[in-house]
């Protein structure tokens, strides 16, 4: 069987035509539970809840995959040099932990912060990769948004941040659904 070999341009290309709903729609729904917690329980089950529905972004985002249609796990599909590079991005993200845990060892109110704005940069490449605003466009609103509210709402950061992102998410999921390809 001989396998097509395609070049980068088309990979890109290829990449560029995903829904690309999967992700954000999970990590609309990990801030929302984190919103939730914010609301309903004590300081300590917040944090587990924020690192724990953070850190499932991915694993929620390859379930969501089946009914968008991305199917992330489809060992069928080519392989795209572009899911590699995507995948790393949200590595990237989960590797500033490194940052944000010691500030939480300081102050557990730090979290939706350094959380917040660091696993949002993985959307600046994104950017690049389909030739589109929309990364840019999330990754430096939510850092804006979230610094504000910390310092504005300081006895609500547990739930004015993770909802504020949960409306970006929202925005951003539309602005994906209508983009031209």
Same mark, same amino acid.
């Given at each position: ?10 990979? *890109?290309?290829? +990449?560029? $035509?995903?829904? &690309? @709903?999967?992700?954000?729609? %999970?990590? #609309? ?49 080519? *392989?795209?040099? +572009?899911? $590699?590079?995507? &995948? @790393?991005?949200?590595?990237? %993200?989960? #590797? ?63 739930? %004015? ?21």
């Amino acid at each position: 069987m001989t396998q097509l070999i395609r070049t980068l341009e088309q990979q *890109k290309e290829e +990449f560029k $035509k995903a829904k &690309l @709903l999967a992700t954000p729609i %999970a990590g #609309l729904i990990a801030w929302l539970i984190v919103g939730l917690g914010g609301i309903f329980l004590s300081s300590t089950a917040m944090v587990w809840v924020l690192f724990v529905a953070t850190g499932s972004i991915v694993y929620l985002g390859m379930f969501v995959s089946k009914f968008t249609g991305e199917n992330f796990l489809d060992k069928t599909k080519p *392989k795209n040099t +572009f899911d $590699k590079l995507f &995948l @790393l991005t949200a590595g990237q %993200a989960i #590797l500033v932990y490194a940052i944000a845990i010691p500030f939480f060892l300081v102050d557990y109110s730090s979290l939706p912060l350094t959380v917040g704005i660091l696993t949002g940069l993985m959307w600046l490449p994104l950017t690049w990769i389909i030739d589109h605003w929309v990364g840019a466009f999330h990754a430096i609103t939510r850092t804006f948004i979230v610094l504000i509210l910390w310092y504005l709402l300081p006895v609500y950061r547990f739930v %004015a941040i993770p909802f504020s992102i949960v409306i970006l998410y929202i925005v951003t999921i539309v602005i994906l659904m209508n983009r031209k390809v």
